[in-house]
């Protein structure tokens, strides 16, 4: 029996193709980004939105704010579908 890291060097030294199970993962991490300049409350997306919505309304920020739904899309669009 050998390790996952030796099949995968193997393979590779082989030029064969590495199976998807042997492919290491790498985690999904979200925490605070820094370009998150606005600072909405992403615990509570709805109020977020909403807090979004008001500002481009208003004409506040408009750039950080079309940055930002960009940003904040990108963490829970993901889950929707």
Partial sequence: MMSVEEFRR???????????????????VFGHEPDDVLGYP?????????????????????DLVRREAERFAKHFVRGAK
Avoid: F, S, W, Y
Wanted: hydrophobic share 40%.
């Fill in 10 to 28: 193997l393979k590779t030294l082989a030029r064969e193709e590495i199976p998807l199970e042997a492919i290491a993962r790498q985690p999904t």
């Fill in 42 to 62: 992403e615990h509570d997306p709805v109020e977020a939105v909403h807090h979004m919505a008001k500002d481009a309304a208003a004409g506040i920020n408009q």
